[in-house]
C-alpha cells in the first residue's frame, strides 16, 4: 500500500535526521551550551528515534490493515516530533523560553500515538494481523 510506503519512509527520514542531530550535539554543542541544554538536546534527539521507530512500526502495520486508529497513531507521532523534539532544539539552540512552553503539547501527542496503537491492536478485525 502506498501510504504504509510514505510513513515508512518518513519514519526511516525522522530517524535520519535523529542520528545527523545527535551527532551534531555530540560534535558541535559540546563546547557551545551549557550541560542542562545539552541533556535537553540528547532527550530531544532520543524521543525523535523512538518516535521515528514507531513510525516505521506503523508503516508495517498499515500494509496489511487500514484500522483509522493506526492512521491516527502516525500523525499524532509526527506532530509530536515536530513539536516536542522541535520545541526542544528551538530551545536549546535560540534559548528562546517560549520554546518550552509548546514541549508539553507535544509529549501528549506522543501519549496519544501510543493509545491509539493499543486501541488498534486491540480492536477485533479480520484485517488486523496478528
Same mark, same amino acid.
Request: charge should be positive; aromatic fraction near 12%; glycine fraction near 10%.
Given at each position: 500500500?502506498?501510504?504504509?510506503?510514505?510513513?515508512?519512509? /518518513? &519514519?526511516?527520514?525522522? &530517524?535520519?535526521?535523529?542520528?545527523?542531530?545527535? +551527532?551534531? *550535539?555530540?560534535?558541535?554543542?559540546?563546547? !557551545?551550551?551549557?550541560? #542542562?541544554?545539552?541533556? /535537553?538536546?540528547? @532527550? =530531544? %534527539?532520543?524521543?525523535?528515534? !523512538?518516535?521515528?521507530?514507531?513510525?516505521? =512500526?506503523? &508503516? $508495517?502495520?498499515?500494509? #496489511?490493515?487500514?484500522?483509522?486508529?493506526?492512521?491516527? +497513531? %502516525?500523525?499524532?507521532f509526527v506532530a509530536g516530533i515536530l513539536l516536542f523534539c522541535g520545541s526542544l532544539? $528551538?530551545?536549546?539552540? @535560540? #534559548? +528562546?523560553?517560549?520554546?518550552?512552553?509548546? @514541549?508539553? %503539547?507535544?509529549?501528549?501527542?506522543?501519549?496519544?500515538?501510543? /493509545?491509539?496503537?493499543? /486501541? *488498534?491492536? $486491540?480492536?477485533?478485525?479480520?484485517? !488486523?494481523?496478528?
Amino acid at each position: 500500500m502506498k501510504r504504509a510506503r510514505v510513513v515508512v519512509a /518518513l &519514519g526511516a527520514g525522522f &530517524g535520519f535526521l535523529a542520528v545527523a542531530a545527535g +551527532a551534531f *550535539g555530540a560534535h558541535s554543542l559540546k563546547s !557551545v551550551v551549557s550541560q #542542562d541544554m545539552l541533556e /535537553l538536546f540528547k @532527550t =530531544a %534527539v532520543h524521543y525523535q528515534m !523512538v518516535h521515528a521507530l514507531a513510525l516505521l =512500526a506503523n &508503516g $508495517l502495520l498499515l500494509r #496489511d490493515c487500514s484500522n483509522k486508529l493506526f492512521h491516527y +497513531a %502516525v500523525w499524532s507521532f509526527v506532530a509530536g516530533i515536530l513539536l516536542f523534539c522541535g520545541s526542544l532544539y $528551538l530551545l536549546v539552540l @535560540t #534559548d +528562546a523560553p517560549w520554546a518550552g512552553m509548546v @514541549t508539553p %503539547v507535544g509529549g501528549l501527542l506522543f501519549l496519544g500515538g501510543w /493509545l491509539c496503537v493499543v /486501541l *488498534g491492536c $486491540l480492536h477485533r478485525s479480520k484485517e !488486523v494481523p496478528f
